[in-house]
């Protein structure tokens, strides 16, 4: 069974720090995906890595693949309270039958 | 273009009843699936439709069944409610199916929130 362990499972840092939430996995993913989830929406699609070792920015976030594409990282730099909200990863097998998993969430709280 | 939208947003049933919940996929979309999520389990995978079939299930029990429209609507059922199906229930669309390789965005919708008393 495919499984992805997200950590820290919560976060609560001062505006202007930086911080990186975890991924990982025993099982090799062909693609994974970021998404940030707000109360009472559903998560929304940040990135999409697909290549071992890829690395994505998007302003002030960084998203890495690992290179045997079973981890992969988020780091945020000089965080603001707009990023507050529930990140979530998820994986995706190799095969049309695969079914996407996701990881248990890392709920980050950015104080003013 | 419109988002994925799903009805009720808010559903409060009893146990034992049955409910029927609903999801109106991007245009165009037709992929539609489905995910349970809570607070202790997160965001679990219940089945996945693609033009009006059932391309993969998650590990749930019979009760969770669903269907696809030849519109792409999708509509997932419970039957014989249990205090522990009480969950946020969210459906995602996409072009084409999620599996295998993500290569489409799936977007998903705001969710039904269950509360089974």
């Known amino acids: 069974t495919q499984l992805l362990e997200q950590s820290p499972q919560f976060l609560s840092i001062q505006e202007g720090e930086n911080l990186t939430v975890y991924c990982n996995s025993s099982?090799?993913?062909?693609?994974l995906q970021w998404y940030r989830q707000e109360p009472g929406e559903g998560p929304v699609l940040l990135v999409t890595v697909v290549t071992g070792g890829e690395v994505k920015k998007l302003k002030r976030l960084t998203f890495q693949f690992g290179d045997a594409r079973k981890d992969s990282s988020l780091h945020i730099t000089a965080a603001q309270p707009g990023d507050t909200g529930l990140y979530l990863c998820?994986?995706?097998?190799?095969?049309?039958?695969?079914?996407?998993?996701f990881g248990s969430g890392t709920r980050l709280s950015i104080r003013p | 273009k419109a988002g994925v939208t799903q009805t009720p947003r808010y559903l409060i049933k009893t146990r034992g009843q049955q409910v029927t919940l609903s999801c109106s996929p991007i245009?165009?979309?037709?992929?539609v699936s489905w995910y349970q999520q809570t607070p202790g389990q997160g965001l679990q995978f219940l089945f996945e439709y693609f033009s009006e079939t059932q391309r993969n299930k998650g590990n749930f029990p019979g009760r969770f069944s669903g269907r696809q429209f030849s519109n792409s609507r999708s509509e997932m059922n419970v039957s014989t409610l249990e205090l522990g199906d009480s969950a946020l229930y969210l459906c995602?669309?996409?072009?084409?199916?999620?599996?295998?390789?993500?290569?489409?965005?799936?977007?998903f919708g705001p969710g039904t929130r269950l509360t089974v008393l």
């Open positions: 995602a669309s996409s072009s084409t199916p999620p599996a295998g390789g993500i290569t489409d965005t799936q977007y």
């Open positions: 099982s090799v993913f062909s693609s």
């Open positions: 998820a994986g995706a097998g190799h095969s049309s039958a695969s079914k996407i998993i």
């Open positions: 245009s165009g979309h037709r992929s």
